[in-house]
T-cell receptor, first 114, second 115 residues
Framework: DTAVSQTPKYLVTQMGNDKSIKCEQNLGHDTMYWYKQDSKKFLKIMFSYNNKELIINETVPNRFSPKSPDKAHLNLHINSLELGDSAVYFC?????????????FGPGTRLTVT | AQSVTQPDIHITVSEGASLELRCNYSYGATPYLFWYVQSPGQGLQLLLKYFSGDTLVQGIKGFEAEFKRSQSSFNLRKPSVHWSDAAEYFCAVGGPNTGFQKLVFGTGTRLLVSP
C-alpha cells in the first residue's frame, strides 16, 4: 500500500482553467502538507493542515485553495491557472504527536499549464 | 530566518568511490535536520534524521550524516557509491522555530555517478 498517494500524476491544462489535485494518506498521520517544486527543484511549503484545520498558509495566491474533508485527505484546488503555476506539487504527511517532524511525501503531480 | 544552504549544485562521483554532500543551516535553536533523496520522477524519500543525542546518525541505503553544531553543518556521507544512488539530495531543517511542523529545504544537490 502506498503511504501517501496523489492523483493525477500528470496534469496538462490551459491557462484560465480550474483544476484539482487530490492527496490521500493511509499512515494515520494528523498533519498534511502541500509543497511546490519549481523547475529548479526548489521545494517550498504552501499549506499545512492539522486535523482538518489550516495551520500554515504561506504567501500563496488566493487562486490556490486547499480543502481537507478528513484527516486522511488534503486536496488542492487551483482557479484561473497561469503559466507560472507549472510545477510539481507534492503532498506530505507527518505525525505531530511523535514530535519527530519527519514528513512522508507522495509521488508528486506534475502540472503543466499551456 | 531559518535557511539551508547546499553549496554544491551537482557532484559527480565514480561508482565505488566515497561521497560527501554538504549542508549548512541557519537556525535559532537546536535544529531537527533531515536528508531526503529524490530519484527522477519520484517523490522524496527520507534517508535519515537528527533530533538529539549521538551526532553521527545512520540512515537507509548505507548513508550516514554528522551533525556539527560549531560549523552549523549536517553533511551526508556514503563510503561507496552505487550507480543507483544517482538522484537529487535535499537537506532540510525544522523544529519549533520554523513554526508548526514546517520544514525549510535547501536547493538540492544532484549526484551523478560515473562508471
Amino acid at each position: 500500500d502506498t503511504a501517501v498517494s496523489q492523483t493525477p500524476k500528470y496534469l496538462v491544462t490551459q491557462m484560465g482553467n480550474d483544476k484539482s489535485i487530490k492527496c490521500e494518506q493511509n499512515l494515520g498521520h494528523d498533519t498534511m502538507y502541500w509543497y511546490k517544486q519549481d523547475s529548479k527543484k526548489f521545494l517550498k511549503i504552501m499549506f499545512s493542515y492539522n486535523n482538518k484545520e489550516l495551520i500554515i498558509n504561506e504567501t500563496v495566491p488566493n487562486r490556490f485553495s486547499p480543502k481537507s474533508p478528513d484527516k486522511a485527505h488534503l486536496n488542492l484546488h487551483i482557479n484561473s491557472l497561469e503559466l507560472g503555476d507549472s510545477a510539481v506539487y507534492f503532498c506530505a504527511a507527518s505525525l505531530t504527536t511523535s514530535g519527530s517532524y519527519e514528513q512522508y511525501f507522495g509521488p508528486g503531480t506534475r502540472l503543466t499549464v499551456t | 530566518a531559518q535557511s539551508v544552504t547546499q553549496p554544491d549544485i551537482h557532484i559527480t562521483v565514480s561508482e565505488g568511490a566515497s561521497l560527501e554532500l554538504r549542508c549548512n543551516y541557519s537556525y535559532g535553536a537546536t535544529p531537527y535536520l533531515f536528508w531526503y533523496v529524490q530519484s527522477p520522477g519520484q517523490g522524496l524519500q527520507l534517508l535519515l534524521k537528527y533530533f538529539s543525542g549521538d551526532t553521527l546518525v545512520q540512515g537507509i541505503k548505507g548513508f550516514e550524516a554528522e551533525f556539527k553544531r560549531s560549523q552549523s553543518s549536517f553533511n551526508l556521507r556514503k563510503p561507496s557509491v552505487h550507480w543507483s544512488d544517482a538522484a537529487e539530495y535535499f537537506c532540510a531543517v525544522g523544529g519549533p522555530n520554523t513554526g508548526f511542523q514546517k520544514l525549510v529545504f535547501g536547493t538540492g544537490t544532484r549526484l551523478l555517478v560515473s562508471p
